[in-house]
């Protein structure tokens, strides 16, 4: 918390000052100023994807020929460590970016003011201690350890195929233990860290929710004032496009290797993109409650206010009455009528959500365009635009 210029400002990060954060700045990975993240994505490939990459040349596993498919043809491995593991710890500097300039903007903007102004000081205090607590980082380690010891049990390993020979080569030994237990788990580290950063964003924004927010329901933004809220969900699409790139490549290892059509894949693709996009507007959902209230009161207000100017209108110049210096008619804040017609019109396209069409199409793109080289590797990109064209027209 500090003070600029008489205006109390909430700083808030989701990423600055958790166990996770300071474990990596005790490391020497996180500097004291910036997040280091360049270093970090560098280390993360070097740690991950480049022992599986050393290992599959050393037992010429890596190119096609040597055995049906190499390692070279699991995309999903390159994809994950590659892209995933590097936008996961890409999305930490967006967050934070985006984090500090939105909490402020509830104070500067006039949303929180009065007594709330310190309830909103004391929310994000409290939203920074749960989220610098040790307790979910116990959970996440947890559930890291148990997705590793019961992963060869319960799921497929078709990625790690290329790591068996008879008689065993030690460096496929290696490849399939370091690919068991450092790299994989690493990735699933992250992946968890990333939805937990996203439910302190959710509590943290259903808190706020909660204050009594002044909102301006014929703000020009179509949000009541909220509509800066709808970079929120951008704070987070990183990692859900690297999550769909991940599942995009192993689906396409499948349709190109083993025989797999697309219309089998149709529902989970579908399933993923929408639950994927619902999952990102969750903590913008948290605000259609007070939004939408917002907006029916405004509807009965500006209602009156509108049907009263209207109607003093069509008595001065349609009844022919003498109103004399009417103040409503002649006030400068309502202006001609049809301009506060418009300010009713603004009221009724008050959206439920704090978020354009804009965005949340872009949100859906993102999320959707990893997808994109598995529909090229059964259909011809050129056909495959063709049917979308002539579905849209």
């Known amino acids: 918390m500090r003070s600029h210029d008489g205006a109390v400002e909430c ?51 890596l190119w096609p020929g040597a055995i049906e498919e190499p390692l070279l043809q699991h995309f999903g491995v390159h994809v994950r460590f590659l892209v995933a593991v590097p936008l996961f710890i890409i999305d930490e500097a967006i967050a934070h970016r985006l984090f500090s300039g939105i909490m402020p903007y509830f104070v500067r903007s006039g949303l929180v003011t009065g007594a709330d102004r310190q309830r909103l000081v004391e929310i994000v205090r409290w939203t920074m201690a749960w989220r610098d607590g040790w307790r979910p980082w116990v959970v996440i380690g947890s559930l890291v350890m148990v997705w590793t010891f019961t992963s060869p049990m319960l799921w497929d390993e078709h990625e790690v195929n290329w790591t068996v020979s008879d008689p065993p080569l030690f460096a496929l030994r290696f490849a399939l233990f370091w690919f068991r237990w450092i790299a994989r788990p690493i990735f699933e580290a992250l992946l968890m860290v990333w939805l937990w950063r996203l439910v302190v964003a959710t509590a943290l924004m259903w808190r706020v929710s909660r204050l009594n927010l002044d909102l301006v329901p014929t703000h020009p933004d179509g949000a009541a004032g909220l509509g800066f809220l709808e970079m929120v969900p951008m704070a987070f699409v990183a990692p859900a496009f690297a999550l769909s790139a991940v599942l995009s490549a192993v689906w396409a290892h499948d349709v190109v290797y083993h025989g797999v059509t697309l219309s089998t894949l149709a529902i989970p693709i579908g399933a993923f993109v929408v639950f994927t996009s619902i999952l990102m507007l969750v903590p913008l959902l948290v605000f ?54 418009r300010l009713f019109d603004a009221v009724w396209r008050v959206m439920p959500l704090p978020i354009s069409k804009r965005v949340m199409i872009g949100i859906v793109a993102l999320i959707a365009l990893p997808m994109l080289p598995l529909i090229t590797a059964e259909v011809h990109l050129g056909d495959a635009l063709m049917k979308i064209m002539r579905t849209l027209l």
């Open 11 to 61: 700083e808030f990060s989701p990423v600055r000052g958790d166990v996770f954060f300071r474990a990596q700045r005790a490391l020497g990975l996180i500097p004291a100023h910036g997040l280091g993240v360049y270093r970090r994505v560098g280390l993360a490939v070097l740690i991950t994807w480049v022992p599986l990459v050393v290992a599959a040349v050393v037992a010429n596993r």
């Open 288 to 341: 259609t409650p007070p939004v939408w209230v917002a907006r029916l009161q405004a509807l009965s207000d500006y209602g009156v206010l509108v049907g009263e100017h209207h109607r003093r209108l069509r008595r001065r110049w349609i009844l022919d009455e003498d109103l004399g210096n009417d103040a409503m008619l002649d006030s400068p804040e309502l202006g001609p009528v049809a301009y506060s017609g």
